[in-house]
């Protein structure tokens, strides 16, 4: 028997036992009982459009608040770690691991929470305030390895010749390196966005008010209220129409960038 056709054999095998899988899952589930739980179409009903006009819009507000928070304290760390003064790089380095070391959850506990009692100080925006203020810091750090990744991707060549051209070091940054860096970055950071959308469920722990509910924190208090699951089934749905198209788009820049390559 040739290569080929055991080849073939093999995956029209993996597809039958896949298929046969999916068939018993189906088979074994309590469709009934899924549906009274989890797919109720009065209590859908109850949740729009609330849910889309607060909870989602909500959600995409803060994580376009923590991705541009995060961007900029990103690209100052980045530049800090390439830094040839020392105490920059320790600085930014010590930052950087501390916070993609914590768990954001507890980065958010601490600026809700422990911060405020330590320091007495109130921050802007009360508990949600708090919340984004985590959020950008743990964002600023995961997004600084990314920008110092695309800056040392950019060729030498092009720092050189801006330098022979008697550009200052600062300008050659901004208007040649960083550039062409963010173009090699743009795929890791679209997924930086795409898990700071998820990362906004964590904000239940500083607490919020009826208008600054996100998905997670509205489905939450729904359920509650309902004393049925179909809100967490919606707000699954909700997230997955907001990243899915998010997760494709990054695919086709990287396949994009592949090409150019």
Same mark, same amino acid.
Do not use: C, H
């Given at each position: 028997?040739?290569?080929?056709?055991? $080849?073939?054999?093999? $995956?029209?095998?993996?597809?039958?036992? #896949?298929?046969?899988?999916?068939?018993?899952?189906?088979?074994?589930? =309590?469709?009934?009982?899924?549906?009274?739980?989890? #797919? @109720?179409? =009065?209590?859908?009903?109850?949740?729009?459009?609330?849910?889309?006009?607060?909870?989602?819009?909500?959600?995409?507000?803060?994580?376009?608040?923590?991705?541009?928070?995060?961007?900029?304290?990103?690209?100052?760390?980045?530049?800090?770690?390439?830094? &040839?003064?020392? &105490?920059?790089?320790?600085?930014?380095?010590?930052?950087?691991?501390?916070?993609?070391?914590?768990?954001?959850?507890?980065?958010?506990?601490?600026?809700?929470?422990?911060? &405020?009692?330590?320091?007495?100080?109130?921050?802007?925006?009360?508990?949600?305030?708090?919340?984004?203020?985590?959020?950008?810091?743990?964002?600023?750090?995961?997004?600084?390895?990314?920008?110092?990744? *695309?800056?040392? *991707?950019? &060729?030498?060549? @092009?720092?050189?010749?801006?330098? %022979?051209? *008697?550009?200052?070091?600062?300008?050659?940054?901004? %208007?040649?390196?960083?550039?062409?860096?963010?173009?090699?970055?743009?795929?890791?950071?679209?997924?930086?966005?795409?898990?700071?959308?998820? =990362?906004?469920?964590?904000?239940?722990?500083?607490? %919020?008010?009826?208008?600054?509910?996100?998905?997670?924190?509205?489905?939450? =208090? %729904?359920?509650?209220?309902?004393?049925?699951?179909?809100?967490?089934?919606?707000?699954?749905?909700?997230?997955?129409?907001?990243?899915?198209?998010?997760?494709?788009?990054?695919?086709?820049?990287?396949? $994009?960038?592949?090409?150019?390559?």
């Amino acid at each position: 028997m040739r290569k080929t056709t055991k $080849r073939r054999l093999g $995956r029209g095998a993996l597809y039958l036992i #896949f298929i046969a899988a999916v068939l018993l899952l189906i088979l074994l589930a =309590d469709w009934a009982t899924l549906q009274e739980n989890f #797919f @109720q179409i =009065d209590v859908a009903r109850e949740q729009l459009p609330e849910m889309i006009t607060v909870a989602a819009k909500n959600t995409v507000l803060f994580t376009l608040i923590a991705f541009a928070g995060g961007l900029l304290l990103g690209i100052l760390l980045a530049l800090m770690k390439l830094s &040839p003064i020392p &105490p920059y790089r320790w600085v930014a380095t010590g930052y950087i691991e501390l916070f993609r070391g914590l768990p954001a959850l507890l980065t958010i506990f601490g600026m809700a929470y422990a911060l &405020p009692i330590a320091f007495q100080v109130n921050i802007p925006g009360g508990a949600v305030g708090a919340g984004l203020l985590a959020l950008i810091m743990v964002a600023g750090a995961y997004m600084a390895e990314v920008i110092r990744a *695309g800056i040392q *991707g950019v &060729p030498k060549g @092009q720092a050189e010749a801006a330098r %022979s051209l *008697g550009m200052p070091a600062g300008r050659t940054m901004v %208007s040649i390196i960083l550039p062409q860096a963010f173009r090699i970055v743009i795929p890791p950071m679209t997924n930086e966005f795409v898990l700071l959308i998820k =990362d906004t469920s964590l904000l239940f722990i500083a607490g %919020s008010t009826l208008a600054t509910r996100e998905i997670t924190t509205f489905a939450r =208090d %729904s359920v509650v209220t309902s004393a049925n699951a179909t809100p967490l089934m919606m707000a699954a749905m909700l997230y997955l129409l907001i990243t899915v198209p998010l997760t494709r788009v990054v695919a086709i820049l990287e396949r $994009r960038m592949a090409r150019s390559r």
